[in-house]
């Protein structure tokens, strides 16, 4: 990984890449708004260094020892903090997501994000398109959910979380969402990961179903190496064999995250259980292991909910998880991410 | 489920629609070339079938305990079988397709290609577009990839398998191979298996990474569903614990998949063990197991192999398994499946 | 189950258990202080309770929907809390238990246990007999191994924890321990399980490397039945596909152990991560999610020790561990357990 | 690993052994019946090899890459080959062990022996001691079992394999049974190999129910570390997500480990499925993949049986099993094992 230095010019980044090139391997080209990044493909063991040290431009030559690049806190040492429209992640605030699996209808949406909103929440979640094992499921609202999200944002005040599914999905939804949320089924799909990689949208990239820690700094590598440095990694637990629980919570990845990368990790006890019952002892596991926040389904009426009704909570009960969580937050030395004031009736946020 | 007649017409349907909808249920269309069926989505406890009994048009009901139906068994009782450009899957004669993990260049490709043919391969694998965990690996060549599958189709004869990762893709794909492959890690993007249904391109579907052999099947149905019924199921080794060999085949799979579906079911021995040195013993075990096929990874030289060496046979240890697999075949009361003649040099095959 | 009245007589016990019989059931006696429980065994779908309801001195009779009885919150719906040598365990304090993975020789194990007395652990571990992988491993010291644990006990008045690999050790590293380890590999050892149940020693049950957790409550079963009611329950990670850490920490099974079981549940983060980086964020983790208390390894110079080095925390660490597992037990509403006073060096506790 | 030659004296033992414990290495001694074996134990990155040359009595010094030495073909390089009562396993011919999961009473026994005897089968499994998940399910019949068991031999001619759950049962199975099975729990059961490996039975080694081969491996060597040299390795499925079948057969697992060891290898697919209608299929999976043989489970009325029942055969189906595995074996270069003559009427097999 050759850095050019910020002053580089067009020609110098050039002449680096023809020198590469004359050594048998592939660049890779990373073009961020300082510096430009020149990623060395290739079998490099036959390559010296030195080879390059003499060519202008250049800042430093990092070798990564590790097969993500951009991802590792090898390559970026502190904590890549990024705003979610007022409220930091990755910084010392705790942020918390919450609304339904899916957007069911206008009035239960609306009825949960002043809910969330209420109880805590920095962000609302809900599914427009909805990935569903079965094609005969309900597969979600469509462009009307993101409808309906956008006027629970405009009335709370809440940045949205919502999937997308296809790379064609991504101009639209970004014209909705503050956030990008790219599902566990499509952690290695690339040409979403690409798509989103070339958005300016922040991304929330969750763990694939088995998919290792390495992998998902992969796929982050993926949407990193496109130019879109807004990457939230999202814990949601991993398929094993037991059967107590929907699936387990791999809690070591938390504290094993936070040391390989510098990008904002949360988790997601809703899916990482599948169980309401076991939600909230869940979140206070994440935040103690170390997450920067937690993404929860809640839903008024969990009994009614198209989908997910076994692991929502009540808005009741999320309001509990929420003071809970705040304790743990301040027992490892953190706190709840501050909240932006309410809209004003008389100005809308956007 | 309900049947329609073959003979129902479209306003018959069009009634029984209605009165599904009248009961707060929805509809998912299929309309296959004999007959139109109408599965029945929603909550279905409070309905009795009676209610329908009356309507025009109606052949029969069918309650699906699977949540799969136009794959299960249950529906179609007798194997699914249908030509690969001649040569038939699903049926008695054992298919066997191989060829190189990707498409490095021109030559290798002929090689291989003319290699595996002589071997007794029916037909020609090779990847243009390549799902690589790193986006720093080589991604294939793409377009240029395809044509120089469609040139070894026309030198060899051999139908072409190669795999497609996105929507956009699918019609250009198409315009080249004859059967479209969706890889593991793309099992559960939607919107890909939406976009092959609607081809009419038959469609290798590989086992998701850690998917069940029941999502595997939701999978398929979502390509059946969409309307085309030429889907080829394959096992390629699941993620375990165990780490001698690259996956774990889960040979169970394969019986349990023909007792469960009519679809083809074969086997990945490469991927499923990722070592070479077991491929052919576990290519054997899959066919004494009742696959209707392999899809085998043949390189000439393995060790320059850009991807996937580890795991490629060289043309004369396939040329082994192939009559291993031979003997196996009979020894289950099958046979390898007949290959079509050579193309003539004066009239190529399309 | 049926449930004999305290004052029930022999004469009744034995009537109830003929008419048991008569069904073509058997019974399992389970005779408490208080009082006797007999487990009816068998298929009773052809048996209705009304046919004992007649027979004197039957307190109630119980259908235990899970398969493990005595160790089911149905059963007794109050957390079992009993004394670890003067420290409750299962009640409202937090029990650290610590020491090396193996006892390697007497200074080294005796200069560990006053680390970890000061740095407030209630409890001292330490292996005198190992399981190990390897027949060429060390396998631990034997009984002088033992002989150590007492003399660090004496001079710490730490309560000694330690494992017991086979039936006949049972008597023997009983004389020397106030609690019986039974190791992962031994979860479903029967013989050992069934020894440890008839001694009067409370038992440290770990989970198995990949069993279920109702694999391990039956397993508990296994020791509550045969008369020893002291069960701490060990959740030590689980083995997964990923290898970014030893093994996962199920840190689901905490708070599932809490709702279906009234023992005491532990967490061993040492052995659930395999690194000692993650061991602290594991064991706040562990806590927040509900954990009656941990079992840490601790080493003073972890480079030299002869097993499990790499997990070992060194004394300072493990210091810093204790203070903020305090700070996360009372974000939980709890504290670290009350530690006996020190020993008088005029009056050992022996 | 030092092999001394095979008239290397007990003195000249002894002087290496002085050699390598100078060194601060330890012995692990293993006298087999033609030479003494000296494996080296310890950190011997500080030792070099010229230090022994000039000690008499070395034959050679071997470096083993594995964790395991007497167990590994880079040790013994030619198959291990041992006669079962009469017929050898490890060779050519493909060894059928079959019978009921327990011995439930002695008349279904002898009924289930002479079905499989005559089905084709060479030796008889029946547990007398059943390890079970429940303390309140059937435990088995214990030595009433046995002398069932030894009935059935003499009646049959059939040795028999049974299991044997903790040391002290040894020697009393050993006195009824011609092979030793080491249950999947027991895998790791240190004490009980140890017991095993002193005694002079054959013992069928099953993999632990998420042990690595690498484990199994090393679970044989310490059977053989004890001076016994007849183990027989047996998959019985490993423990993963799917649930489709019960375990997940690691068909795999078989070419490697006769890639690594010169032990016999075999499968056991009722186990490995769960479900007898895919035994079959697995069955010839496993010798078309290279297993030295099957053990199965049989029992005339399934739906009776006091213990997995559903993955059992009836005799008829294992007769088909018989045939098909028979001609598996022959287009694998194979053939069923010879049977021993049926016992004479007038002189009993002991």
Redesign the interface.
């Known amino acids: 990984m050759i850095i050019m230095k910020t002053e580089a010019s067009q020609e110098q980044v050039g002449q680096v890449i023809n020198a590469v090139e004359a050594c048998g391997l592939h660049v890779?080209l990373s073009k961020g708004e300082e510096r430009t990044i020149i990623?060395v493909?290739g079998d490099i063991r036959s390559v010296r260094q030195e080879q390059f040290l003499h060519l202008a431009g250049i800042d430093r030559i990092l070798s990564i020892s590790r097969?993500?690049?951009i991802a590792s806190r090898e390559f970026i040492p502190q904590n890549s903090v990024f705003p979610l429209d007022g409220v930091q992640i990755g910084g010392e605030g705790v942020v918390l997501i919450a609304g339904p699996c899916s957007v069911e209808n206008r009035e239960t949406l609306l009825e949960t994000a002043h809910a969330v909103r209420e109880a805590g929440a920095h962000a609302l979640r809900g599914g427009a398109y909805k990935?569903?094992?079965?094609?005969?499921?309900f597969q979600g609202l469509g462009e009307q959910g993101l409808e309906y999200l956008a006027e629970a944002r405009e009335a709370t005040g809440l940045p949205v979380v919502t999937e997308v599914?296809?790379?064609?999905?991504v101009p639209l939804v970004s014209r909705y969402a503050d956030v990008l949320q790219i599902g566990a089924?499509?952690m290695?799909?690339?040409?979403?990961l690409h798509a989103a990689g070339e958005s300016q949208k922040t991304v929330l990239l969750k763990r694939?179903?088995?998919a290792?820690?390495?992998?998902l700094l992969?796929a982050a590598?993926?949407i990193l190496?496109?130019g879109n440095r807004r990457v939230i990694l999202c814990e949601r637990g991993?398929?094993?064999?037991?059967?107590?629980?929907r699936n387990?919570?791999?809690?070591?990845?938390?504290?094993?995250l936070k040391?390989l990368t510098h990008l904002p990790v949360i988790l997601d006890p809703s899916h990482?259980?599948g169980l309401w019952?076991?939600v909230t002892?869940?979140a206070?596991?994440?935040?103690?292991?170390?997450a920067d926040g937690l993404i929860v389904e809640v839903h008024p009426r969990p009994e009614e909910a198209l989908s997910d009704g076994g692991q929502s909570l009540k808005p009741e009960r999320f309001a509990e998880l929420v003071g809970?969580v705040r304790?743990?937050s301040?027992?490892?030395g953190r706190k709840l991410a501050e909240k932006k004031p309410l809209p004003s009736p008389f100005a809308g946020p956007h």
């Open positions: 890779h990623g493909v097969p993500y690049k990935p569903r094992t079965s094609p005969y499921a599914m296809s790379p064609e999905q089924r499509n290695q799909n690339y040409a979403l694939g179903m088995s290792t820690v390495d992998e992969m590598e993926y190496s496109h991993i398929r094993t064999y037991e059967t107590s629980t387990t919570t791999d809690i070591n990845a938390i504290p094993v040391s990482s259980t019952q076991y002892a869940i206070r596991a994440g935040i103690a292991a170390g809970q304790l743990i301040e027992a490892v």
